[in-house]
C-alpha cells in the first residue's frame, strides 16, 4: 500500500450535502479533499485546469451535466480517475448501467461513513479487505 493521500472530489448540486460530504472526507485517514464542484460541467473545468483526483464521488442527477453523462466524458478523456456514483435511487438496473459506462462504485445517499470509506479505498485500489466494487458486485 502506498503512503500517499487518495485524493478527491466532490460532485453535487446541493450545496449541504456536498459541504457534508466534504466535511466527513476530511475526516478520513489517508484521503484529502481537492475541490467540490455543482455540476459535471464544473468537474471538467478543475479538470482541464489540471486539478485531477484519484476519486470522484458524483451525484447522479444534476443540472448541466449529470453523474451518467459525466462519467461518459471521464471515461473517455481522464480514464484514469476513478468514478463513484452517489444517488437516492437503488434500482438494479441503473446500478448496472452505471457499471456499463464505466463508474467504479454506487452508494446511496443514506450510506454510512464505513461504506463511504470503504467505497473509496476500494475504488482507488486501496483495500484488500474488499476485492470487488462496492455496489457493483
Do not use: C, W
Not at 22 to 45: I, K
Not at 68 to 93: F, G
Not at 118 to 134: D, E, K
Amino acid at each position: 500500500m502506498t503512503n500517499q493521500p487518495i485524493h478527491l472530489a466532490v460532485v453535487d448540486d446541493h450545496i449541504l450535502f456536498r459541504k457534508g460530504l466534504r466535511a466527513l472526507l476530511s475526516g478520513f485517514l489517508g484521503m484529502e479533499v481537492l475541490f467540490e464542484a455543482g455540476d459535471g460541467q464544473e468537474l471538467l473545468e478543475y479538470l482541464d485546469q489540471g486539478t485531477v483526483p484519484d476519486v470522484v464521488l458524483m451525484d447522479l442527477q444534476m443540472p448541466v451535466l449529470d453523474g451518467l453523462q459525466t462519467t461518459r466524458l471521464l471515461r473517455a478523456q481522464y480514464p484514469d480517475v476513478r468514478i463513484i456514483i452517489i444517488s437516492m435511487h437503488d434500482e438494479p438496473e441503473l446500478i448496472e448501467n452505471l457499471h456499463q459506462e464505466g463508474a467504479h462504485g454506487y452508494l446511496l445517499k443514506n450510506a454510512n461513513p464505513e461504506e463511504v470509506r470503504n467505497a473509496i479505498l476500494t475504488a482507488a485500489g486501496r483495500s484488500q479487505r474488499y476485492p470487488q466494487l462496492v455496489g457493483l458486485n
